[in-house]
């Protein structure tokens, strides 16, 4: 089984709309990470969590938000869906020995 | 202020040598990565250097100047499969800060 694990990994909604991507781990580490990948723009951090009780804005944090619900979940909502957040959304977490990063499969939103 | 520099596209023909080059700025040093990444996957760890010198893994190896802010990517004996994108990324603290990810270089691998 893959070690962070990302649902849903394709999703088509209408601009306005609420959504939620969620991201789950066994690889036992605190940090947590969500990313937004455009062409061209490469990985933009959008949030991050260093453990359960730590949330941080990334440099793109506008029009999201997140939940730390364990160790092992972190999950990423759009409040109010638009059009530019389409992308490749990517979910990680980091080890704090060598600050190596593992990263989930990836979820495709389009937004209409 | 952290900043990251990478060509954004390469071509290289199957077989030969290609050398990925990646400087940075950033406030703090611990470490980079490179990663490779194929199109519309996951990013996954290639190498990891900390100290000034040359890590060889096989077909690839990294290398780093800190006193420069310059890391290299070396791949040999290319391949089809290694057309990828490849980001370069570094750690600027002690661990307290997350990782600053270049845009990456798109590596195009022809015959």
């Known amino acids: 089984d893959a070690d962070v694990t990302q649902t849903p990994r394709n999703r088509i909604t209408k601009t306005g709309k609420r959504i939620m991507l969620e991201c789950s781990q066994t690889?036992?580490?605190?940090?947590m990470y969500w990313y937004r990948q455009d062409p061209g723009l490469g990985l933009r951090l959008i949030y991050y969590?260093?453990?359960?009780?730590?949330?941080n804005k990334g440099e793109i944090s506008d029009g999201y938000s997140v939940s730390r619900q364990a160790q092992a979940k972190f999950s990423l909502s759009l409040e109010s869906a638009i059009p530019n957040q389409t992308a490749l959304y990517f979910c990680a977490t980091e080890d704090t020995t060598y600050y190596e990063q593992y990263f989930g499969p990836g979820t495709r939103l389009t937004v209409t | 202020g952290q900043n990251i520099d990478q060509p954004t596209e390469m071509t290289a023909t199957e077989g030969a040598i290609v050398q990925i080059n990646c400087t940075y700025q950033?406030?703090?040093?611990?470490?980079l990565f490179w990663y490779q990444q194929h199109a519309g996957e996951a990013p996954t760890f290639l190498s990891y250097?900390?100290?000034?010198g040359l890590e060889e893994k096989g077909r690839f190896s990294s290398f780093l100047s800190r006193s420069k802010g310059y890391s290299y990517l070396l791949l040999k004996e290319l391949q089809m499969k290694d057309s990828a994108s490849y980001l370069c990324?570094?750690?600027?603290?002690?661990?307290?800060?997350?990782?600053?990810f270049g845009k990456g270089t798109r590596l195009s691998v022809i015959a």
């Open positions: 950033t406030s703090g040093f611990n470490g």
């Open positions: 969590s260093f453990d359960v009780k730590d949330i």
């Open positions: 250097n900390v100290l000034d």
């Open positions: 990324a570094v750690t600027p603290h002690s661990g307290n800060t997350p990782l600053v």
């Open positions: 690889k036992g580490h605190d940090r």
